[in-house]
């Protein structure tokens, strides 16, 4: 017996009811995802008088649905169903495979004029056999609804609303009806974008009936999602959900930093760096080659008698190729606040030698020797180092070859480090600059791999080549005991970034300890 699920959606006509969501594992091939229902003012006489219901009918499941079938029943306040919609043939649907059918007036069977009343919509869908035309069928979704003579016809719009602190707030909503009433309202409710968290709560109600357009205020809470909708007229004819958040301005009494400082411009002998408070401050700058505490003899400050809440500084006469840790303090006494970090100067930038002019006798010969070729120049880090921007989480590898090398993956980057404190950030604009080379593979004779859809394991050596492990022996043998537990899998998406060679045979030639020499950084496995 396939389960009821509720599919969180934004329906044409809600009431907000929020059916139990069942186990994950319990969910069927086939779910009903959404009604497109007219207007309320349509339903009123013969079946929805003429408008069209359309329902969206989707597969999640992994296998194929043959031939999938979807039916529509309307059933009233007692439970009984007064109108059955003829069943739709949808035909196979492949997984992941959505599919729309509609229902007009003229495929419903023993469906009566509706007077004025409550009723309910119950759409089935189903992988083979047909459905039982009952009120509780398997697989349904459900939407109440108000068939009213008069039609109300409400159309609801939200008003625009800021916050600039963490008190709550009151929030306008207007709304505008058909024609003029005294007996309209706004609901609301917090709700969460998983589970919807209880009923409307009743808001005000409208006594203005001389006009059609109505406003309410309604109290909320920042950074908390709230539905809300409007209900007009006896028979609580209502407009859709809608969902709105209010988000918090941070004004901050406190001094704090927003964010690291910002490397704008790095070069081999000078850098520029860019830091943001809460609010307006004076600040020290203090610099240092490779000490942490920054407070040798060798440190030096660079004072900002002017408070501002953005300041720089470009510091120069640096060496090339090199640590520097700083450290910014902002205000003074108890309120003070700092931090230290560190950047890498880049290597030094290659300058030809000045021409020599040699003048020479009849006769006389001159061994010229030709300068070395100059090594490449990376402008923007340093080789070998571990660089990523201020808003993105991806942390990159600079190689020898001025390229970034990405680490695919949390699991990858730690089989070459043990944290992310060597890690400098640098701008977006020296960020898109940079070439990509690729993705950083697992370094040789840490850990085994194998992919997820194959119980093949190896070993990875350097350069990314993996070499099959035969058996248990071989695999206890490099890794001990516990080899089970040293084995990662890697998606096929970053499989290709391996190359397959000849299976093991001689242990020894594999040994974790041997594989890791032979790569002692990225630049070595990569042959940079």
């Known amino acids: 017996m396939l389960k009821q699920i509720t599919i969180l959606a934004i329906l044409a006509v809600t009431l907000g009811i929020a059916p139990t969501v069942r186990a994950a594992e319990a969910l069927p091939n086939l779910i009903v995802t959404q009604f497109y229902v007219p207007a309320v003012s349509q339903y009123a006489g013969s079946p929805f008088n003429g408008q069209d219901i359309r329902v969206k009918v989707e597969n999640i499941g992994l296998g194929t649905a043959v031939s999938a079938r979807l039916d529509l029943v309307i059933i009233d306040a007692s439970g009984t169903a007064v109108c059955v919609g003829r069943g739709k043939n949808l035909g196979e649907m492949p997984a992941y495979d959505t599919r729309e059918d509609t229902f007009t007036r003229y495929e419903f069977i023993e469906c009566p004029a509706l007077a004025a009343g409550n009723y309910t919509l119950s759409a089935v869908a189903d992988r083979g056999a047909a459905v039982a035309e009952s009120s509780e069928s398997d697989n349904s979704k459900t939407i109440a609804t108000t068939v009213n003579e008069a039609g109300a016809g409400v159309a609801l719009s939200a008003l625009t609303a800021s916050v600039s602190s963490a008190s709550s707030q009151t929030v306008k909503i207007g709304y505008h009806v058909s024609q003029p009433t005294n007996d309209s309202r706004v609901e609301y409710a917090a709700e969460s974008f998983y589970d919807e968290l209880g009923t409307f709560d009743v808001n005000q109600s409208t006594t203005n009936f001389n006009s059609a357009d109505y406003s309410a205020a309604i109290t909320v809470s920042p950074e908390v999602p709230y539905r809300y909708r409007a209900v007009v007229g006896s028979s609580n004819a209502q407009t859709d959900s809608r969902i709105f958040i209010l988000m918090k301005e941070v004004t901050s009494s406190v001094l704090a930093f927003t964010d690291l400082a910002e490397i704008t411009e790095l070069k081999d002998t000078s850098a520029r760096l860019t830091w943001r408070t809460t609010q307006a401050a004076q600040a020290t700058f203090t610099y240092e080659a490779n000490n942490v505490n920054v407070n040798g003899v060798t440190a030096k400050t660079v004072s900002f008698a002017e408070a501002a809440d953005i300041q720089s500084v470009t510091i120069a006469d640096l060496t090339p190729d090199t640590k520097y840790y700083f450290k910014i303090t902002a205000g003074s006494g108890a309120a003070a606040v700092s931090f230290t970090s560190f950047f890498n100067t880049n290597k030094a930038m290659y300058a030809l030698p000045t021409p020599t002019v040699i003048t020479t006798e009849p006769g006389e ?61 640098i701008p977006d604009a ?52 516990d080899w089970n537990k040293k084995i990662d899998d890697v998606v096929p998406a970053f499989f290709t970034d391996y190359e397959v060679g000849a299976p093991v045979t001689d242990v020894s030639e594999f040994a974790p300890e041997v594989l890791k020499a032979e790569a002692v950084d990225i630049n070595t496995d990569k042959g940079l």
Request: with cysteine; net charge negative.
């Open 365 to 425: 010969t001159v061994i010229v020797t030709e300068p070395e070729t100059p090594a490449i120049i990376c402008d923007f880090a340093t080789p070998g180092s571990l660089i990523k921007t201020a808003d993105t989480p991806a942390v990159y590898y600079y190689g020898n070859d001025c390229k970034a090398y990405v680490f695919p993956n949390e699991k990858t980057y730690f089989t070459w480090y043990d944290d992310f404190s060597n890690v400098a950030v």
């Open 430 to 481: 020296s960020m898109a600059q940079i070439s990509l080379g690729g993705n950083v593979t697992y370094r040789p004779g840490v850990k085994m791999v194998k992919m997820e859809s194959s119980p093949n394991v190896y070993i990875v050596a350097k350069g990314g080549k993996l070499h099959l492990v035969k058996d248990e022996a071989q695999a206890a043998a490099l890794y001990g005991s």
